[in-house]
Every structure is written in C-alpha cells, then in structure tokens.
C-alpha cells in the first residue's frame, strides 16, 4: 500500500507567477484535501476534492484552485502568488467525503517560497 | 476568536516527566477530535481520537470535556522522542479539519 505523494518536495517562485502542486492519494482512497500552513501555525483548510468535484472551500481566494483526476490524484494551482502564499502546502487523502473518523493520510508537503 | 485554541509552549519538561496540554473549541456541534503530531518540517500524523469516555494508548491519554468545550492530552513517563508540536484537530462538516495552532514541546535529558 502506497501512502500520498506530493511533489515537488520544494519550490521557490517569484510575486506574480503561477504554481501547480501535485499529490497522488494513497491506494484505495477517493477523497484528497488540500491544506496550507503557514510557519509556525496549524494547517488551514483550502479546499476537497471528491469524485473529481469541489466538495468544501475554506477561507481561500479563487486564485487558490484544484482539480481531481479519474486515479483520485490532484492538483493544487495558484495564481498570482504572493508573497504571503509562502507556506508548506499538505495533501491529505481519505476514504470518503463527509465521512467523519475516517483517517486522513497525509503527504510530506510542498514547501512554497515566493520571493 | 479562534475555532481552536492552543497554548503555543513551548512546554520544556524532562525526560520522565508527566506533562498534559488542553485545547479549546468554539463550535458547540463539533462531533469528532483527534490528536496529531507533528515533528519538525514534517506532516502531521494522527496520534489518537479522542472520545468522550476518554481513551488511552500506552503512555498517552485523551479526554473530552464537551460541557466545557476542550480537549486534553497527557502524557506519562515523557520520552526524548515525545518531542514535537501538538496539533488539537476537529472535524465538524465530515470534510473538513480543523487544526489548532499546535503546543510545542521539548523533553530534556
């Protein structure tokens, strides 16, 4: 069994520039969430994913946008970085949306600098 | 006010030490909470569920106190390897989490 991937493990961007992130889910899981944490802080929510459909959206603008594919892995883009989006940005993959207790696997992250 | 509050520690206690963290919740509905570690730039990892008869796991244990709306964490006979951030988590909408800013604590030889 396979855990959840991310790549790349480290990026740096400059202010304006566009970024993709990508995470496969762990085998068996449908579901993947994408959370943001900044230094220092608890991860926040961004948005779910389930069934190649947005499935809950926290407190993020739409520059912040995803997409699932057919094999359940996902992308995270953002637009028109700043320089505030600089963050570890988790991947989380589960076993069904809106279904509480189930485990959430999370990835290593992708550390995001913009400069 | 923070759905989820933590004290941010660091909490500094040597090894063999007894040390217990709480966490705070707003949201009166919230249905499920867990505990997750997380080490330095590294992923969080569940570390437990908490239910509200309270559960243990070898050297730790979780309450709930949905009456007074927090969660605790106690840890017995610390480890140098219990070093690490805290991480109070809730899941109220099923699809999503709801982390607390995280407790740091370092155990000392």
């Known amino acids: 069994e396979t855990g959840v991937t991310q790549s790349p493990t480290h990026l740096i961007k400059t202010r304006g520039q566009q970024v993709t992130l990508r995470c496969s889910s762990q085998?068996?899981?449908?579901?993947v969430s994408w959370y943001q944490q900044a230094l220092g802080q608890g991860p926040q929510f961004i948005f779910q994913y389930y069934r190649e459909e947005e499935n809950g959206r926290g407190n993020f603008p739409p520059r912040f946008s995803g997409l699932q594919f057919p094999n359940y892995s996902s992308e995270l883009n953002v637009n028109a970085l700043e320089l505030d989006d600089s963050a570890l940005y988790l991947c989380?993959?589960?076993?069904?949306?809106?279904?509480?207790?189930?485990?959430?696997?999370f990835g290593s992250g992708t550390r995001l600098t913009v400069v | 006010r923070k759905e989820v509050e933590q004290d941010p520690g660091p909490f500094n206690v040597p090894e063999g030490a007894t040390v217990a963290f709480n966490c705070t919740y707003s949201n009166s509905a919230s249905q499920s909470f867990f505990w997750y570690r997380q080490d330095c730039r590294k992923e969080p990892k569940l570390l437990m569920s908490v239910y509200s008869s309270g559960n243990e796991d070898g050297r730790f244990t979780a309450q709930l106190n949905r009456a007074s709306q927090y969660i605790s964490l106690l840890i017995r006979d610390s480890k140098l390897s219990d070093s690490a951030t805290y991480l109070c988590v809730l899941n109220n909408a099923g699809n999503m989490l709801t982390f607390g800013g995280g407790t740091r604590l370092m155990v000392k030889p």
């Open positions: 989380a993959s589960s076993l069904g949306a809106g279904m509480l207790n189930y485990g959430y696997t």
């Open positions: 085998s068996g899981h449908n579901t």
